[in-house]
């Protein structure tokens, strides 16, 4: 089945720099990578997806790529701000997989004042 | 999401007590999905449901049980059978995958599981 590795598990940056996480997937298979960012206590929530037709994606300070070849993806987050501060998850499926995601492990992204 | 609904917030489980986590979307999606988080960890499935009256285990499906009964309900049962259970449990809906592009999951608030 589907593996999806993450790294860094903990991130911290200066508010105004830039995050970088990335993750690595096993099956070539597999062409939809949403990312997830959840707060503490709370619900995962989408906030951007890039299919495998798809080399980038933008989101204002949000952005996606992706590297079929190398099999990662990464989302990058520009001008940090301390409401960015979260556990962030990668995921990737396969069209037509019943079960559709495969999540990464999260990243614990710290945004210091 | 406000589609989906989770309850109760917290639960409380004895030693040799089945518990029922509830899970209720109004999105009209086919698809829902049961995970188990554990503290600084990722997002384990438990079992999925593609479609009424019928659904699949996921990766740690021992000491659970499901239903899908209804097309916008899919509770969760925790059994005596469960040795640790305490963790923070999310049901997710989407549209389902059928033969087309896969699409994003929605999550519920989580029901948080404790041992007495």
């Known amino acids: 089945g589907e593996n999806v590795e993450q790294h860094p598990s903990t991130l911290s940056v200066q508010e105004g720099d830039s995050a970088v996480i990335k993750c690595t997937y096993s099956?070539?298979?597999?062409?939809?990578f949403p990312w997830y960012k959840q707060e503490l206590g709370k619900r995962p929530q989408l906030i951007i997806d890039?299919?495998?037709?798809?080399g980038e994606k933008k989101d204002q300070r949000i952005a996606v790529t992706l590297n079929k070849t190398a099999k990662h993806f990464s989302l990058h987050i520009t001008e940090t701000q301390p409401e960015d501060s979260a556990v962030y998850f990668c995921?990737?499926?396969?069209?037509?997989?019943?079960?559709?995601?495969?999540f990464g492990s999260g990243t614990q992204l710290t945004v210091l004042p | 999401d406000g589609g989906i609904t989770q309850s109760p917030k917290y639960l409380f489980r004895k030693e040799g007590q089945n518990v029922t986590l509830s899970c209720e979307q109004n999105l009209n999606h086919d698809a829902m999905y049961w995970y188990r988080q554990d503290p600084g960890q990722g997002l384990r499935l438990i079992y999925y449901?593609?479609?009424?009256?019928?659904?699949q285990k996921g990766d740690i499906a021992e000491g659970y049980s499901v239903s899908r009964e209804k097309k916008e309900s899919f509770p969760l049962t925790v059994t005596s059978a469960q040795k640790n259970p305490t963790a923070f449990y999310l049901c997710?809906?989407?549209?389902?995958?059928?033969?087309?592009?896969?699409?994003?999951?929605?999550f519920g608030d989580g029901t948080r599981l404790s041992i007495l």
């Open positions: 099956d070539s298979a597999s062409n939809y």
């Open positions: 890039i299919r495998s037709n798809v």
């Open positions: 997710a809906s989407s549209v389902g995958s059928g033969t087309g592009p896969n699409q994003p999951q929605h």
């Open positions: 449901s593609q479609i009424v009256n019928d659904f």
């Open positions: 995921a990737a499926s396969i069209s037509g997989s019943a079960r559709q995601l495969t």
